[in-house]
């Protein structure tokens, strides 16, 4: 089994995602806590600037220092099957005997 490599793109993405919608939450709070839409966006637009930078670091950290939760995974080796094969046994042939020079064979007829 082959580990896969995770790329920046794929925290970036992630980050993106996340922020789309953390961002129209803290807004929709914001305009439900203030009763003004005018807070409720400038809220959105700062938080929507500073918590990228924020969040991807945090997600860098935790890739490359906190091991928490992380399990290695064991290589399964590989050992070949070894079948022992008996030969088969061979049956020879019986060797007819080749006839001598001057001597006719004779064939009987059997009846059954």
């Known amino acids: 089994m082959s580990r896969l490599k995770i790329s920046y793109k794929r925290h970036l993405a992630k980050t993106i995602s996340y922020r789309i919608i953390s961002t129209l939450i803290g807004f929709l709070i914001m305009w439900r806590a203030s009763g003004s839409v ?3 966006a400038t809220f959105g637009i700062v938080e929507l600037a500073y918590k990228p930078l924020q969040y991807y670091i945090h997600e860098r950290v935790w890739y490359r220092f906190v091991k928490f939760g992380l399990i290695q995974e064991k290589k399964k080796k590989i ?5 022992k094969v008996e030969q088969p046994i061979k049956k ?3 060797q007819l005997e080749k006839p001598k020079k001057g001597k006719k064979l004779s064939y009987s007829k059997k009846t059954v």
């Open 92 to 94: 020879e042939e019986p």
């Open 38 to 40: 005018e807070i409720g």
């Open 79 to 83: 050992e070949p099957h070894i079948v």
